[in-house]
């Protein structure tokens, strides 16, 4: 299973970014995805996941309201869609997948996710 996470950049609070975390298309059909960010000194935080049929979304509270996740399966593609973006959203940002339903287990515990993506830096400037 190979993620690649891309999108990240540098912005002004309240700008707007788009993240993509791209896999196989088996990967996307049987794999839920989540998203965490670790910023420098602190400990990695669940941001968002996905089932893997996009039927069920779940948010971490400090992005909730902001942040969307969603998928094109034609693009093999899962994004998270990031706005009104605050200055502690800086992190590098990771997509991780699990084929472990995400009604089973904890789906913010980074642990149960096997197989994780490099990260893309997002930094967000006052």
């Known amino acids: 299973v190979q993620l690649q996470a891309s999108g990240g950049g540098y912005v002004q609070a309240g700008d707007s970014l788009r993240l993509s975390c791209q896999a196989s298309?088996?990967?996307?059909?049987?794999?839920?995805i989540g998203w965490f960010r670790q910023a420098p000194g602190k400990e990695r935080e669940f941001v968002a996941a996905?089932?893997?049929?996009?039927?069920?979304?779940y948010y971490g509270d400090s992005v909730r309201g902001r942040f969307t996740a969603s998928k094109e399966n034609a693009r093999n593609t899962v994004y998270l869609q990031m706005n009104g973006l605050k200055l502690e959203d800086t992190a590098v940002y990771y997509c991780?997948?699990?084929?472990?339903?995400?009604?089973?287990?904890?789906?913010?515990?980074?642990?149960?996710?096997?197989?994780w993506g490099q990260g893309t830096q997002v930094t967000v400037s006052s």
């Open positions: 996905i089932s893997w049929n996009a039927g069920s979304t």
């Open positions: 991780a997948a699990r084929n472990v339903p995400l009604n089973s287990g904890n789906y913010r515990n980074s642990n149960e996710y096997p197989y």
């Open positions: 298309a088996r990967t996307l059909m049987t794999y839920a």
